[in-house]
């Protein structure tokens, strides 16, 4: 594929239109495991997990009862003023798991969003410079901090300008910039120097207070960056001091086959930004990183009433509880395998599918032509409407990628289900019947 064919923005433009208006018209009245069930009582396979925010399949007995005895014994008492008692116990819980060493500290939010915005505080309180950096076709979030960083689509910063200043944005290595028989070492090496340009310009390194990256990025179709090149990455951050943060938001709690993206790539952040399935879905997020650095920022800078409320605490105790007891980051590995087997059938059956990509059950599928290789949004939506029918819930990303993100409580037997309504749609379409 040529340089920057998934960047265009006509494409920015078919992701908002398919991916932002609600997709099906359905109201989801419950759900249990890896279904969820509408208010007509029809039932369907869940191969989103909710936006990856149910990691543990919807209303886990175990997280209920967390949440039931929480609430009954204390709702809220603003965490502004005083600790609570879960907080208390999955701080310590939640900064052991993080893969930075020496002392960690974390600070609550409610959302990935605002825990963007509290990383981008953080970083420029303890380095005292003002600039970020961020990567094209990034994901962050919808507050004004975390929107300034992302770059999906374009609608994102329409009307709505001037956004935060002092945010660069540099090119993500994803694979559609690989130019024809150029190798990884000579790809890596040439969307390095790209990264540098900036710096080798106008932005001095001396000025930069984070570099933030999604390891794997989500919202951008399920793109990997080569580990060369977080690797450079991290090594030219330390060298300039420059904090590196990674965004855990969508890719974290086991998501891609490890408990955090960054695991894959052999570097340390300094920061990591975590929330959705952190509490299987209630609004829990949090910035979690070295404590010298989580100790610059002077209170209250970075409060909200309701963060780290004792609810969300006790949902994402008991969250962590069934992601040790029931091995979910190596079940997500294994039924990533199996998914990857399934897709890899799929591609040599029908030429639509131009390629995918799986990092444990965080899956992207590209649809596209077959004549010429380009995105086919319209075969997307015909064929997520088709497995719609069928009876599961699939969206896309940047309109002709297919998302594929079970919740990692998935059965064998439901993901066959699955498979068996996917091969379905993909027969029809091949057929010409959709
Ligand atoms: N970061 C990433 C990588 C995301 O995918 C998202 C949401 O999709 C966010 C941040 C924002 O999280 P939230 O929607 O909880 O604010």
Known sequence: MSENKRLLDDESKAFSKASRVKYFNIVVDSGKGATITDADGKTY????????????????????????DQAAKL???????????????LAPRLAALAPISGPVELSWGNSGS?????????ARAYTGRPYIVSFTGAYHGSTFGSLTLSSVSLNMSRKIGPLLPDVVKVPYPDPWQRLDGEDEDAFVDRMFKAFLQPFETYLPAEEVAAVVIEPIQGDGGIVKAPTAFVQKLAAFAKKNGILLAVDEVNQGMGRSGKWWSIEHFDVEPD??????????????????????????????????????????????????????DEDLVGRSVKLGKKASDFFAKEKAKYPFIGDFRMYGLDG???????????????ATTKLIYRVFELGAIIISLRGNILRFQPPLVITEEQLDQAFGMLDQAFSELAAGKL
Do not use: C, W
């Open 45 to 68: 396979i869940d191969l989103l997990a909710s936006a990856s925010s149910t990691n543990t399949g919807h209303s886990h007995p175990h997280i209920v009862k967390a949440i039931q």
């Open 75 to 89: 709702i809220q008492y603003t965490p502004a003023y005083f600790a609570n008692n879960p907080a208390v116990k």
């Open 114 to 122: 605002d825990a963007n915005d509290a990383m981008i505080k953080f």
């Open 271 to 324: 920061l990591m930004v975590v929330g959705k399935s952190l509490a299987s879905g209630m609004p829990l997020s949090a910035v979690i990183g070295r404590k010298e650095i989580l100790e610059s920022l002077n209170a209250p800078a970075n409060v909200f009433t309701t963060a780290g409320n004792p609810v969300t605490t006790a949902a994402a105790m008991a969250t962590l509880d069934v992601m040790e």
């Open 364 to 378: 992207g599928i590209d649809i596209v032509d077959p004549e010429t290789g380009e995105p086919d949004p319209e």
